[in-house]
């Protein structure tokens, strides 16, 4: 267990050390307060009013022991005090470190390997078992503690009565025993609670996300039978976890008194030991019993925190493992030609390649849009553009040089990403569209808010930039949450402006403002645009068309759709052409 947590701990060794080293003092200052009372045994208690200690005598050397008495107590309660405080603050930077390496982990692992974990494992990594092991952490630290004071009371009692003090030794072995084996049966109840507390995540993020499915429908029944089904697993599992430490508290409380009233027995009514050292030994006893609870108590709760360090360390190493790694400094200085040569991508598990020699080229300021039907393999090409995922074959090159010999992140930051289901976040208007700015300059957002049309809006609300947008922007409708992301992606001032099905969600009036935003951006950066509705593709200068990852045809509006092939057949199939490589008759 020691070394189990010597790895989770490492970066806070030093202050753990010193929590320790604190806590011992203050039980050696608390015994020698009760050993200062030692001479008074055989003295003014006893009732021989004779023994001389460092000169004193009699009412002196009363005074100077309760004296000291509460000298070392003040100390040891002073000392105790600064030993529980930096123990908490240890904890609870433990637990924010390893929330904030595991956060940096999950985010810089490779793309592919990231997107099989599920939601609930994820957050259960970050939130719940950081905390677990600050936990076990805490209960370790108070455990160690608490051992070096039970021996400096261990040694206090060894000088009123040696045999009373063997006695307690065994008794103490005999209960470590019993905390051992509850330990065992705690640690395996707490790898069982590990596994269902991704569970409970993935249904509570569910059921939430999904609300208006559920009420739209009226399977809110359902849903609610469903989670508490997890609920209950979960509480009885917890309950079962969690018994083991009022368990162990009820039977060492009441071992205790057996023992006590053992040692009592043998020493006033056989051993004839002098009454006064065994009341003295008592009291002691009394004051050392909850400490060996106390050690016990901890190292129960640390080893059963012991699954949920073991399950974040292996998650931890297995990204850490399979992390982004690129080191080269090569920047992008303005916008370049961005080509894709012989492209080939095929996921793991796959026969069939996602992509399969596909090729082109976007020169600076133009707009290539890539068309075709649902897993023609627009989007892996995106995520391969933007360095989200590697081919297997081929590469992207900017100005002729390959991607990977650039600063992948440096590049990414120069691209501007306008998603299907773009993200609001928590915040003002002026927070959304300077999202990655710490100091959001607001000319440059005005300036980014009248490029994507959507100013006026701004204007109009109660606060104009410094309105609160609530949760996933419930202000907006979905145009204007659109155009807000253009807004943000515009803000950066990008070299490359993605949009990845930007306008498949909206209706045809706030489809058109879009669109009428993107055609007075054009020109101004690159524009790489993926659309299923092919009324978004009319601005672009060249058109891919893809099937089964091959580029089919490939052109201009104009002569895709006077030619009968796949994207005649596509527009005819959303409305938009007048017969088979006839003109379109395209309106939104």
Known sequence: MLKTYWQALVGFRRVAAACVALS????????????????LLSGSIAGGGDTVLFGLS??????????????????????????????????????????????????????????GFSLGDAVKLVLTQG???????????????????????????AVISIPMTAATLVFGGLTALIYRAMGRRAEGVSRVLTFRAAEVTDVVTELLSQH???????????????????FDQWRDEAISHQRYTPLARVGNEISGLLFLSAILAVALLVANTDPVRTVVFLALFYRLAPRVQAVQGSGLQARAQIPWWEGWRDRYEECLTDADVNRSTKLVERTPTVAARDIVHRYDGTTRPALDDVSWELPPGGCLALVGESGSGKTTMLDIVTGLLSPAAGQILLDGEPLAEHDVSAWQRRIGLVMQQTPIFFGSVLDNIAWSDPQPDRARAWEAAKAADIADLVVSLPEGMDTPLGQHGGRFSGGQRQRLALARALYSDPALLILDEATSALDSESELAVQESLQRIKGRCSILLVAHRLSTVRLADHILVLSHGRVVEQGSWESLAAHDGLFTRMLALQGMADGAGGAVAHST
């Open 212 to 230: 208006k499915y559920y009420r739209s429908t009226g399977h809110i029944d359902a849903a609610l039978a469903r989670a508490d089904g997890i």
């Open 131 to 157: 905390a677990q092991v600050g936990i076990g952490a805490f209960a370790l630290i108070n455990g160690l503690s608490n051992v070096f004071v039970v021996a400096a009371f261990l040694v206090t009692a």
């Open 58 to 115: 009699g009412k002196s050397l009363t005074a100077a022991a309760l004296g000291a008495l509460v000298v070392f107590g003040i100390i040891a309660a002073v000392l105790r005090y600064f030993a529980d405080y930096k123990v908490l603050v240890l904890s609870q930077r433990l637990e924010q470190s390893l929330r904030s390496r595991m956060t940096a982990a999950l985010l810089g692992t490779r793309y592919g390997t990231f997107m």
């Open 24 to 39: 011992a003092a203050a039980g050696l200052s608390e015994a020698l307060g009760l050993a200062a009372l030692i001479p």
